[in-house]
């Protein structure tokens, strides 16, 4: 049994509403940006191989690089959220991002735009749980929703129209301008940040355990690289080993949390999982990004290998998807206020796999506009599934686990994010090469490989889809919660 977690004064400070809106608009947009880097280069690599001359294994690590990063980042974020204020926790994400944008921007090789990837990687992973801990220490119970729906526009739009925006800037720009456009906005928000966040935070003098911090590294790191590399032949380390290496870091990293709560000294609090309602949500958020990485990522290469379409029109059919998740996402916040979260996420699932029983009927001369129909569904879905599942799970958590429970969040969506995106992948090559010696053209063979993904991804949905109806209308509130001690 996990020791309980009282509930303290509030830290936050007492902010008008008019400044707490310009705060909100600051750290959304920042984090959108800062989010919008994570599959922004997905339509640029072939432009970077040939400009820079790195075979495809060596080009993929800029975006694999920049996952792998946040995944070991974030999970770290909990303790520097006690330890040092708000504002400066901001202050490094934002001057870490520009940094590293800047050295992207002006890289003249492989190593040095890998560098400032990296470093991007490291604002982002601040970012992002900064945004959430901020959100729950200064807006009322009942007006959550609504401003995690504009949250979620962040986490899950951004990375669905990034491929999008690179297509639009490649078709008659240089892939440093997809860097270079993002730099002034980084700047101004770095700008208006530092003159507006308040010194939110309640800071404690945690200290850091040696420990948990390369057990955590070796942990995420190891299982989001294994999980990347299933099913690629060329990858820079065994998928195998590392994902095995990872399980063991990840199994003894858990241990030395759980030993550490007792003090609580714990690297990355896991007495979160102890609430019913934020296991279940989590779950589910799980199945969501999963779902909405492996789509990215396995569209472009339907699209582009067995369609023959070119980056610009590969961008704009997943551009009406990403555009109806941004619009209605905050509107799906507002029906969470009032009527909780049950009756979003059941439609939710339902349009979930219907998008995607619709993408597992996709074949050599599918029609565009079927394509583009199935992931306006898959991400009307979405849109009710994330930000209700997201507002209810941190929602059920008193405040001292703010931080560790946006964390949490935070991680597992990284490694959900890579489990998707393997899988999907996996699945494509499997059914590729059953097609291949069943004597399929080439073309032909890969259209049935993306069938095959996409038809596990439907039976998955369906699990996620029973799932949904265990989703409490409301959240338990901390004082009275459901554990699962």
Same mark, same amino acid.
């Given at each position: 049994?996990?020791?309980?977690v ?44 040939e400009?820079l001359?790195?075979?495809a ?26 330890r040092?204020?708000?504002?400066? %926790? ?24 890998m ?8 604002g982002?992973?601040?970012?992002l749980?900064?945004l ?64 507006? &966040? ?40 065994p ?11 990840l199994?003894?990293? %858990?241990?030395?949390?759980r ?39 396995l ?6 290998s ?36 049950? %009756? ?11 998008? &995607? ?23 009307c ?23 560790h ?24 090559? %499997? ?8 004597g399929?053209?080439?073309l ?18 369906l ?23």
């Amino acid at each position: 049994m996990s020791p309980s977690v009282e509930e303290p004064r509030p830290a936050q400070p007492d902010l008008e509403p008019a400044r707490v809106r310009t705060l909100l608009v600051i750290l959304i947009t920042a984090a959108f940006v800062v989010i919008l880097n994570e599959t922004v280069l997905s339509v640029a690599l072939p432009d970077l191989m040939e400009e820079l001359d790195i075979p495809a294994p060596t080009a993929q690590w800029l975006t694999t690089g920049f996952m792998l990063t946040m995944a070991v980042v974030i999970p770290t974020t909990g303790f520097v959220l006690q330890r040092f204020a708000h504002r400066r %926790v901001f202050m490094a994400a934002m001057v870490l991002f520009t940094l590293g944008t800047l050295l992207a921007m002006l890289a003249p090789g492989f190593p040095v735009l890998m560098v400032g990837r990296v470093i991007q990687a490291c604002g982002t992973a601040l970012m992002l749980p900064l945004l959430m801990t901020t959100v729950l220490n200064v807006i009322p119970v009942e007006r959550r929703g609504s401003v995690m729906g504009l949250i979620s526009v962040v986490i899950s739009v951004a990375p669905a129209v990034g491929p999008t925006i690179s297509g639009l800037i490649l078709d008659s720009l240089s892939w440093r301008w997809l860097f270079a456009i993002m730099l002034p906005i980084a700047l101004a928000a770095l700008a208006l940040g530092a003159w507006l &966040m308040p010194a939110m935070g309640e800071q404690r003098r945690v200290g850091l355990d040696l420990i948990s911090v390369p057990l955590s590294v070796l942990g995420f790191g190891g299982l989001v690289m294994g999980l990347n590399g299933i099913g690629a032949s060329d990858a820079a380390i065994p998928a195998v080993p590392a994902f095995v290496a990872g399980v063991i870091a990840l199994v003894l990293f %858990v241990l030395r949390q759980r030993s550490l709560q007792r003090e609580d000294r714990a690297l990355l609090d896991l007495r979160p999982f102890t609430y019913r309602v934020y296991t279940i949500s989590l779950g589910l958020m799980i199945v969501s990004f999963g779902g909405l990485f492996g789509m990215i990522i396995l569209l472009p290469i339907y699209l582009q290998s067995v369609q023959g379409h070119s980056t610009l029109t590969t961008g704009l059919v997943m551009l009406p998807g990403g555009l109806i998740m941004g619009l209605l996402s905050p509107f799906v916040g507002r029906l969470y206020d009032r009527h909780g979260a049950r %009756v979003l996420v059941i439609p939710g699932t339902i349009l979930l796999s219907l998008g &995607m029983f619709t993408l597992s009927r996709l074949a050599l001369e599918t029609p565009l506009w079927t394509v583009v129909m199935a992931h306006v569904i898959i991400s009307c879905g979405l849109a009710l599934l994330i930000t209700p599942l997201m507002t209810s799970a941190l929602g059920s958590l008193p405040q001292p686990l703010y931080s560790h429970g946006s964390a949490l969040l935070n991680t597992l969506q990284q490694v959900a994010g890579a489990a998707g995106g393997a899988l999907f992948i996996t699945l494509m090559s %499997v059914g590729t090469l059953a097609a291949v010696r069943g004597g399929e053209s080439e073309l032909e063979a890969t259209a049935h490989g993306v069938h095959v993904a996409f038809l596990v991804g439907f039976g998955i949905a369906l699990v996620a889809l029973a799932l949904s109806f265990v989703v409490p209308r409301k959240p338990a509130s901390p004082a009275g919660r459901q554990t699962l001690d």
